[in-house]
């Protein structure tokens, strides 16, 4: 299947500076991405779809000053979160869907990115 | 509204035995249903899928699932297992509200005992 490369896997920074994440699809064009959080034992919940070329649409509860997300090419999405807090601490997924919007492909997973905050 | 229920936080398996995993959803429309795996501290990775035809569904790494219409089920199956299947697994209907969100239900944790 197509693969989608997410770096770095893990990270640690003070409290107050931001992070960048980013998602990267490697032998496929992904017109919209997705992002998730996880946190220990819990499913994912979807914060955002990140679509090339436009800004991207966030869930209902998710602060989109705070996570900036940018799709600046078909292959390359990034979220930075911004003066990152202990409570940002999570588990950050991105996904992608090969091809245009058929409802019926599946998603490809990066591996996921730890994120800690100090 | 719409939704995915994994009734089991946890399965217990002995290496060799079936194994189910159980997963019921409520859609408005026809489902689009997927089964998702992750491993810790990893993405998910794509198990299989059903969209229409044959209610069985054969998947990667010898998982299949029964598409149940009438029970609104579909349950994740696997003849023999081992014991790297050990994982979280997560079952999936995309929204047909909207073509671009999935979602997920909370997860199964699987132990297959040696």
């Known amino acids: 299947g197509a693969v989608v490369s997410q770096h770095p896997s893990w990270v640690i920074c003070k409290s107050g500076t931001s992070v960048k994440i980013e998602c990267r699809s490697l032998d496929f064009q992904a017109t919209t991405m997705f992002w998730y959080r996880q946190f220990p034992k819990q499913s994912l919940m979807l914060m955002a779809t990140s679509n090339e070329g436009s800004k991207a649409t966030y869930e209902q509860g998710v602060e989109k000053d705070k996570f900036l997300i940018n799709h600046a090419s078909l292959t390359l999405s990034t979220l930075t979160v911004t003066s990152a807090h202990p409570e940002d601490s999570s588990f950050y997924i991105c996904?992608?869907?090969?091809?245009?919007?058929?409802?019926?492909?599946?998603?490809?997973f990066g591996e996921g990115s730890r994120l800690t905050v100090l | 509204a719409q939704s995915v229920a994994q009734p089991e936080d946890q399965v217990n398996v002995a290496e060799g035995n079936p194994l189910t995993v159980k997963c019921t959803y409520s859609?408005?429309?026809?489902?689009?249903l997927f089964w998702y795996v992750q491993y810790p501290n990893r993405g998910l990775q794509f198990l299989l899928k059903?969209?229409?035809?044959?209610?069985l569904v054969k998947g990667s790494y010898g998982f299949e699932a029964e598409f149940n219409k009438s029970q609104t089920s579909f349950h994740l199956k696997k003849p023999s297992a081992l014991v790297s299947d050990s994982a979280l697994y997560f079952c999936a209907v995309r929204d047909t509200n909207r073509d671009d969100k999935i979602i997920f239900g909370k997860g199964t944790r699987l132990h297959i005992l040696p």
């Open positions: 859609v408005s429309g026809n489902p689009y």
């Open positions: 059903y969209i229409t035809g044959d209610n």
């Open positions: 996904s992608a869907r090969e091809g245009g919007r058929a409802r019926s492909r599946e998603l490809f």
